[in-house]
């Protein structure tokens, strides 16, 4: 499958499970996940009309914001964790945040971040996973307020990366306890769904999905 008809093909399975939601196209931003794949593949899918990717690493981001600053409209969206070392590259580089579950992230983000604010998410651990990162949703309204009082930053929604399953039904109870817990705490951007579940995901109300395999194949090694 060529990148235009891999794009097709998302475009066409986002505006379905819209349609089936009764959500217009337009409440949902496509995130697509570029990490590890080369600066390159990025200018194809700009050129296919794409303007918003989102990168995992923040070292990666810095290097392709660089690279690419000549295309015109690109919006980074940083999704996954960072160490407040690092904070300085999504501070300069990102629009979005997906993936803040840390005081001390969100001050090194806030002193580095010029402009406008940098709109960010809380990561929130709905299924209380070990392995991932992310606060209890019973943690969720004191890191807001802790945030709110930070200049530079303003937090727009929720994340969540449900527990890994065969059956993409399987994540939908995470999906709708975060949607619950959004609107307990006024906020209105939900980033849930990948290449696996972001139909499921749509249904029960995200505004952005995170698709990376599903658009430019496997990632290198």
Request: hydrophobic letters at 45%.
């Amino acid at each position: 499958m060529s990148l235009r008809e891999a794009f097709a093909a998302v475009e066409a399975r986002v505006a379905a499970a819209c349609a089936r939601a009764g959500r217009p196209r337009s409440a949902v931003t496509l995130v697509a996940v570029s990490k590890l794949h080369p600066p390159q593949l990025i200018r194809e899918a700009h050129g296919l009309g794409q303007r918003v990717f989102g990168e995992n690493y923040a070292q990666e981001l810095r290097d392709k914001h660089a690279a690419l600053a000549d295309l015109p409209g690109l919006e980074w969206h940083a999704i996954g964790p960072v160490q407040p070392k690092n904070a300085k590259y999504v501070a300069k580089a990102a629009t979005v945040f997906h993936a803040l579950d840390r005081l001390d992230v969100a001050q090194a983000l806030s002193q580095r971040r010029e402009g406008a604010p940098l709109r960010c998410l809380l990561q929130v651990n709905v299924a209380g996973e070990a392995t991932k990162a992310g606060i209890s949703p019973e943690g969720a309204r004191t890191l807001l307020e802790q945030v709110r009082a930070l200049p530079n930053l303003t937090v727009v929604g929720l994340t969540t990366l449900p527990p890994l399953h065969e059956d993409p039904n399987a994540s939908r109870p995470y999906f709708q306890a975060l949607a619950t817990l959004a609107r307990g705490l006024g906020l209105e951007a939900l980033s849930m769904g990948t290449t696996g579940d972001y139909e499921v995901a749509i249904e029960e109300g995200a505004t952005l999905v995170r698709v990376g395999t599903a658009l430019f194949g496997a990632r290198p090694t």
